[in-house]
């Protein structure tokens, strides 16, 4: 059995409001982990979703303690150095594993979780991040529903795009001409080396 945690971050102000880019300083709204189980066919044995609000986050760091991966998209850029102020020392040292850095790696460039999701697997992110951060300001039953609604879909986005690049060792996507394309791509996990046995003579 193999353990992985997915998981996204909201923010709680846009970049132009700290007058930098460092995600450390936008302050985080709100953190949906998706923490499972799956099997030695890659098959999803168990699974829960969580969700954390700012004053709860100190809360979750048990979800992330020995999982075998930890899955975010763009996550060790943005939902790491995000988390920072609120994290275990530990934590950015865990085995994070980021979806758009493994794209990057083969195609030299970031495509976006949408046009990944929406080719991949036929749906789309059902709001933006942009809102997101509105829906915290706001600050109202209402609004911080959706807030958890949003960050939990696109946790559950994360998690099948990187099931289906799992199994099938491939993702969909639009290049900038508005054409279907196809990247071949491998999550698998390294195989674990035995041991040699000694012989005794």
Known sequence: ?????????????????????????????????????????????????????????????????????IIGFNSIKFDVPALKPYAPGYFSKLAHFDIAAEIKKILGRRISLNTIAKNTLGRGKIDSGANAVLYWKKGDPESLALLKKYCEEDVAITRDIYDFALLNKRLKFLDHWNNPREIEIDFSYAKKEETPQIGLF
Not at 9 to 35: A, I, W
């Open 1 to 69: 059995m193999l353990t992985e945690v997915f998981f996204d971050v909201e923010t709680k102000k846009f970049f132009d409001e700290t007058g930098n880019k460092k995600p450390e300083e936008l302050g985080v709204s709100l953190v949906s982990v998706y923490k499972r189980t799956i099997d030695e066919d890659l098959k999803e044995v168990e699974g829960v979703m969580h969700s954390f609000f700012e004053q709860e986050i100190s809360n979750m760091w048990t979800l992330f303690q020995n999982a075998d991966r």
